[in-house]
């Protein structure tokens, strides 16, 4: 296997030295050709490649995914999501709510994530969840509704919870008719705890088949749709694909159904209906359950996804992963952009106005005929090249701003910076 794929060196990102330690799975779709990526061990400390049919936990992956089943109700319209649904959840909501709300995390809930359960723990309901009898607190409305944005996993279990109370079905259940057989998701579904069929070929989070349950290394998660999904990087890849499509010219969604599930809620907020929008045409969630991490990004302008799952969640990975999984995604992007005509670039450089306390840029320049900028905050100096995108647009590699050059001045996400 060549070092690197698609020019990251992923096993050197990720410290994966052998195949008793860690794994990592990665699917790349671009436009109708699916490649995947395997490496190390989907169990600590045993021999047990990673392979492409290996099953993950999504962790909060799961969200998107039970956004899209629910919105498969909206477009038959059996569901509306403006409509008040406090009378479906009445011991939760005290004041009149929509799905909107909960799915956008602007509901004001607590229980920001979920930590799972031994595997053989006795079953739980969404209603046990939500009381609070389970190692979480009890859902409680802790911010005004509507005016702000506050990741709440408890939000989408209550939404989960309004879901199944109006189509009469689990998630499981209609995820699989809604989503997985459309779409040909054969390695996907809500399986908690997970199907006994299934172990043979599920990686184990972390250490916990050694700390917990040597035959299933894994947490037990009654809350579906916030972090119980179980797939294979393969199958996001596809669902990513058809959100794509479905935004661009409707298909598996309506146009319009994708559009508002990929249109901010709150201004100056990158948050949706259970995802995010990146830079205006990127649509991303990562997720994160004990022992495993995800990441899915997915172009919102042409047939490209990449999504990354890994046995393993600490800090460190959490970013190494992220960035792993940006570098392949803007150096597929770049292979299917064409060759810029570097004309012009030139007038771009030199010194800016630093108006973004997040993002201080400092200088635009050119290095080996490509164009960098110049970030210069209190932690330090340091560069990040650009890539045109779009007419006088680019992107930053290693991140998602979006650069618009004007006459001097630029525009950075949104903002103005005069060109001193």
Known sequence: MSKTFYGVDVKGNMGIRGRKGYGISIAVAKENEIETYCAGSGRFGEDFPVNPEMLFQAGSVSKPAFAVTLLRYVDKGLIDLDADISGVIPKYAKIPMTFEALLSHTAGFNLHGFPGYKVDHEPM?????????????????????????????????????????????????????????????????????????????????????????????????????????????????????????????????????????????????????????????????????????????????????????????????????????????QNLEETMLPAPDKTGWEAYCGKYEKLIEDFPLDEVFLQDGDLYIKVDDEDGAFTSQLYPIGDKTFGRKGGFAKIIFGDNCLIIDGVTCKKL
Request: with cysteine.
């Open 125 to 329: 309901t969404l209603e046990d969840v939500l009381d609070g009898k389970g190692v979480t607190p009890k859902l409680r409305r802790i911010r005004p509704y509507g005016k702000q944005s506050m990741y709440s996993g408890g939000g989408t279990t209550l939404a989960e919870l309004a879901f199944t109370r109006i189509t009469g079905t689990t998630l499981r259940e209609a995820f699989q008719k809604e989503v997985a057989e459309p779409l040909g998701l054969t390695r996907s579904g809500y399986f908690q705890p997970l199907d006994e069929e299934y172990v043979s070929n599920a990686a184990f989070g972390g250490k916990l088949g050694i700390k917990e349950s040597p035959g299933h290394g894994f947490r037990y998660h009654p809350e579906h749709a916030a972090a119980g999904l179980w797939t294979t990087p393969t199958d996001l890849v596809k669902l990513g694909i058809a959100l794509s499509r479905s935004y661009r010219e409707g298909g598996f969604l309506k146009k319009e159904t994708a559009r508002r599930m990929l249109t901010t809620i709150l201004e100056d907020e990158t948050y949706c209906l259970c995802i995010e929008n990146l830079r205006g045409d990127i649509g991303y969630h990562g997720g994160c359950n004990e022992g495993f991490l995800t990441e899915w990004f997915f172009s919102l302008r042409e047939d490209l996804c990449v999504a990354s799952m890994h046995n393993r969640s600490r800090e460190f990975y959490d970013w190494q992963q992220t960035k792993t999984a940006v570098a392949l995604f």
